[in-house]
């Protein structure tokens, strides 16, 4: 069961790392990790209506997209902050999107991925201290900016 | 002050009206400048959005009626296109459109109401994001991000034909009728003059993102992408899309918040019309089937 610590009011799994520009998270390990949306990447997603992704087996570059989402008749890309091989993907969020509103660090996570080049791990952020400190200037941004309400 | 590049691409083929606008969004995402582009199809055609299953739409019924079918790479569900529709579409570089896609979307919808105002129609973009006169929908909106830019289309309808759109979908005749009678009152056709809505148009959106409408054409680069997106929208594997679970309740979405949702268990139908969350009206070929439709909607996500 992992760490969930409530930063600027919003839930945040400390076990893990996340991808600044895509708020992804990227859970622990340097083989095989699970890739998902945090909650501010939930939050400005709106009301998931469809997800879909690219096959099992395919080879992604950091910045690739492995999948898409779609809320409001938006659709745009996941990008994955990973390098690797997609090794499995989570039918249950393409089934019921909304999984992944309830339950974005747990059975909301959107694929697996065989890391191939861990050390992009260091460019992620990570630590619970530093999550918790990052995240909660994202939110103080995304509130200055008007992402967010006040 | 910066640039809005505006595109009249004028008629175009139904193909055309797809891929242009697609060509387009990669030209900014690769650094062009934003764009403002209009286009009308020279022929009915259907549209698929982007998650959609393909098998929501009649494919015979479209080929008997000589309808080209083109998956666009836009949000929404099966759409009948045709002549008396003028395209338009706002394309900005990412960095430039609020992260939140709610926002994103009210925002570059906005200056569409201020067009439809300028021209005389009474527009508003209600609480679920349509642009509205009373309760009907005025406009079919769809958005995406293509590489590096974000594209929000949107259309004029000038007029419009309900049944048409009905029969393109591969919906039981009792679900189509259902459709058709919510069509005529959820979505009206606002026939004015295409011209000064296009104007307006280019005012409003000008003057909401700060830019300077100067008329543009496409780059050489550009019409490079349209050609390879001419060869991706017809090819059979674009066409069927990314692979979608079939659905436990099957739905047609007329606008935002009105549905007509169905369930077909062992040749029994259950079928009911959900305006903003309340069930309108509900019809079963087995009382039994009472419960099952009432859970299948209770579990169903009607949205999208």
Redesign the interface.
Known sequence: MSEIAEVAGFPVALDRAYDPAGHFWVSAGDGRVRLGLDALGVETSGTIAQLAFGPVGEQLKRGQAFGSLEAAKFVGPLTSPVSGTVVATNDAVVADPALVERDPYGAGWLVEIELSDPGERHDLISGASAVKVWFAAEVEDYRLKGVLAE | MPELRVVDCGRVSALRSQTLWHALAHGVAAGAPPTLSFMRPSQPYVGV???RRLDEVDLAACAAAGLPVFRR????GVVYLDEHQQFFQIILPVGAV????????RTLLAPAVAAFRAVGVPAELDDD?EIVVGEAKICG?????IDDAVVVVGNLIERFDHTAAAAVLAVPEDVRAEVVRLMERFVSPTPVDAAAFKAAAVDAYAEALGLEPVRGAMSAAERGRLVELDHRFRSPEWLEG????EPQCRQVKVRAGVYVAWIELEGSRAMATVVRGRIERMEMSDPGLDGALTAALSRA?L??
């Open positions: 959005g982007y998650h790479m836009v949000g929404g609020s992260r939140s896609r709610e926002q994103a979307l994001g909106h769809g958005a995406a991000q990314p692979a979608r679970p996500r949205v999208g």
